[in-house]
């Protein structure tokens, strides 16, 4: 009648039944006889190996290691315990960043692109440019950051000093405007002129067309970047190709459509 029985070893320890049948099942804690009744009584020495094994499972030391470091000598234990608490932190620091990138997933924005660009993005919007335009940009950033990785950084610089630029600003906000002029208009060819000539007076600024072309090996992905939201034949894409010959016309490489 000594000990007590698996529902109450559980209760004292803190477990429940099936959480000892495992340990057993494992063999992490040796499995009591049954006494004349039947029942198998756990006694002090049972209880103790059950509070051990519990303490160093919630600590995070997984079951398969928690039998040899209670049959460990008190260096290796130790030892152990440095590594397991080494893995934690790692688990740690792993949850941490999950946790802030749900944080970042709560903005759109900041999920896929860095704080410099939603930073941007909001000068954007602040300008006045229309939510839409916004949105597409920050899908051509996302691209760019995607396609070209290594050039990212230097293109969101391009645009922060040519965003300082009222005319500049100006320019891209009249050809905000123009995406919705029919394809034929007249006034897209003397829009295309006006930007390519300010790009080509003003080199910095160039290098928001010319920065990302650089570093891309093909031209696919130029024009995955360049191009993208464009519908084939409207203004939009008839402007862009305007300004992509003017700029070719003075020298300045542009991947044509038709190169790979």
């Known amino acids: 009648m000594n000990g007590v029985t698996i529902g109450q070893a559980a209760a004292f320890v803190g477990v429940t039944v099936k959480t000892v ?37 919630a600590a995070g030391v997984p079951l398969a290691e928690v039998g040899p470091l209670l049959d460990a000598d008190p260096a290796l234990f130790a030892a152990a315990l440095t590594g397991v608490e080494r893995q934690l932190t ?34 954007l919007s602040g300008f006045g440019f229309p939510a839409d335009e916004v949105a597409a940009t920050r899908e051509g950033w996302v691209l760019a950051r995607t396609l070209v990785p290594e050039g990212f950084d230097d293109y969101l610089t391009h645009v922060e000093h040519a965003l300082d630029d009222p005319r500049f600003v100006a320019l891209i906000k009249r050809a905000t405007e123009a995406t919705t002029w029919e394809p034929d ?28 072309q650089a570093r891309t090996d093909a031209a696919a992905r130029y024009h995955l970047i360049a191009h993208h939201g464009e519908k084939q034949g409207s203004a939009t894409a008839r402007g862009v190709a305007l300004i992509e010959a003017k700029l070719r016309a003075a020298g300045i490489h542009t991947p044509r459509p038709d190169t790979h």
């Open 21 to 57: 049948r495992h340990y057993h099942k494992l063999g992490l804690v040796k499995e009591p006889e049954r006494d004349s009744s039947g029942y198998r009584r756990y006694g002090s020495a049972e209880l103790l190996r059950l509070v051990q094994v519990r303490t160093l499972a």
């Open 90 to 123: 790692e688990r740690i620091e792993e949850l941490i960043a999950r946790r802030d990138m749900l944080h970042r997933l709560a903005d759109g924005d900041r999920a896929l692109l860095p704080d410099r660009a939603v930073a941007l993005l909001q000068r």
């Open 185 to 212: 208009d007249p006034r897209i060819a003397d829009l295309a002129t006006a930007i390519a000539d300010h790009f080509l007076a003003n080199p910095a600024h160039l290098k928001i067309v010319t920065g990302l």
